[in-house]
């Protein structure tokens, strides 16, 4: 009984010690720059898109998607004629993939294996985000200049309907149970459709947020993580709309991702650094770091495999007359930035 007693002692001490190192985040500190890869063209872009499983990164650019094998950092292949592509969604379990084109107001539907393209689907006017709920297997692209969502099958391509948005969209994400989070960006607020009835379930303010971008979420939590052009992160209960905590970002941010294993959450800012996060426990969240990256990255994708984050940017030109929004970039040097620890 005495041994018994000590082994139940021994593995109780393992669970909890087990259980204390999972919930500790990795070195979030030490994240640097591990590599560039040149990708050239005409240094236009938008979102990343990772598929962790497949070891794929989706890169909008221009009127193509580049998609780079990230364990050999080499381009496999392209998704042509996507004129100003947007966003990539993808449907592992039924091998399709996604894009948002806003120039010609179309979705491209593409095999994930081959690349090959198997349609296109109408949209309402500039195609933005994109997203694939796994739920309900339903596609979500958002409208920018509609204020609208189209709404079709992934296996089919068939346009199931649409939703009128109040506002313009900015970026969505689904938390797997047929609830899609999506931005207003006009308003500051934060909807909640339902991908069942493609109906608006709710709709709340995001104060003191101002101009919603990025979005993630913390699943298991249910916590979302939205990056605001006020140079501010808002940590929002995702049932119930409450603002659980605000941290101080970087500006120019245009993109958030959430680490489940590490409870890391990150924001890539414009400005050329990216914002970590740590969800401390699902009501208390602090700052970690902030790790200089280059003027340009504000968007991203995380290797949930690797813990890896990808960053887009390119060189910009030196502007010698009126400051603009978005300073041109010179056409060659897009490229992506491998930042991990």
Known sequence: MKKILTFLIACSSCFFWTQAALS???PAKGYHLIRKILLGGESKWDLLTLDSDAGRLYVTNGTQVTV????TNKVVGEIPNTNGVHGVAIAPELGRGFTSNGKSATATIFDLKTLQVLGEVKTESNPDTIVYDPYSQKVFVFNGKSNSA????????QVLGKIELGGKPEFAVADGLGRIYLNIEDKSELLTLDARSLTIKARYP?????EPAGIAIDQRNH?????????????VDALSGKIKAALPIGSGTDAMVFEPKTGLAFSSNGDGSLTIAHEDSSDKFSIVSNVPTQRGSRTMALDLKTHKVYLATAKFATSSGQATKRPQAIPGTFEILVFGY
């Open 24 to 26: 500790q985040p990795l």
């Open 150 to 157: 189209t709404i079709f099958q992934a296996k089919n391509g």
């Open 223 to 235: 916590r979302l993580f939205i990056g605001c052009h006020n140079r501010t992160m808002v940590v």
């Open 206 to 210: 995001l104060k003191p947020c101002s």
């Open 68 to 71: 780079l094998d990230v364990n």
